[in-house]
């Protein structure tokens, strides 16, 4: 059974940084894309970024670009999602996907809240 | 970007009728269209993709149609766990793989 498990979520300021993570088991992690999708509290679904298998290849929506960086370390079976110059309107909890673009499996999501 | 409109927002069925929900795209997506399901306090979960084609473990009675702009995904007859939001997802022009806003179905 594939299971997801994101972790890295908490409180940062206006402008400071978080790094996300995402451990992956029951499945051969470099085979797999890899996706992370937002959601705002009481909102819905922003697709945010992802990562090709082998980590060759990545995207991000534009209200990330320049200041997120998806990666992948495949030897840990690990994720990640360096969050940099973070706003308020990035509060969300963030899960991380199996697969993209169509995302297969998903985790239980870690909460980031960006307040002063 | 593609914008995908779902409707209605909000669904009023009572347990065992049939509940028919609506997603449309701002231009063609082929068939390049997933729904998901996510209940209160838990992750999304893929129930459709390609338009048509449960995920594995996916009940029967949920199934999807359309192509091209329009889209609909049926409950058969609703059960008291199939109370809840539902996403569709377009990915034919991705990045970005965007959602629609989502349609609630609840109790009636």
């Known amino acids: 059974e594939v299971q997801l498990v994101e972790s890295g979520g908490g409180l940062a300021q206006p402008g400071g940084s978080l790094r996300l993570s995402c451990a992956a088991s029951g499945l051969t992690f470099s085979n797999y894309g890899m996706s992370w999708v937002r959601q705002a509290p009481g909102k819905g679904l922003e697709w945010v970024s992802a990562i090709s298998d082998h980590g060759g290849s990545t995207y991000y929506a534009d209200s990330v670009k320049g200041r997120f960086t998806i990666s992948r370390d495949d030897s840990k079976n690990t994720l990640y999602l360096q969050m940099n110059s973070l706003r308020v309107e990035d509060t969300a909890v963030y899960y991380c996907a199996k697969d993209s673009p169509i995302c297969t499996v998903w985790g239980q999501g870690t909460l980031v809240t960006v307040s002063s | 970007e593609i914008v995908m409109t779902q409707s209605p927002a909000t669904l009023s069925v009572s347990p065992g009728e049939r509940a028919t929900l609506f997603c449309r795209a701002s231009?063609?997506?082929?068939?390049?269209l997933a729904w998901y399901q996510q209940k209160p306090g838990q992750a999304p979960r893929l129930l459709i993709y390609g338009a048509s084609t449960r995920a594995t473990g996916i009940p029967a009675r949920f199934s999807g149609s359309g192509s091209g702009t329009e889209f609909t995904l049926t409950i058969s007859s609703l059960q008291s766990e199939d109370f809840a939001v539902y996403y569709c997802q377009q990915y034919n022009h991705w990045p970005p793989g965007t959602f629609g806003g989502g349609t609630k179905v609840e109790i009636k």
């Open positions: 231009q063609s997506v082929s068939s390049d």
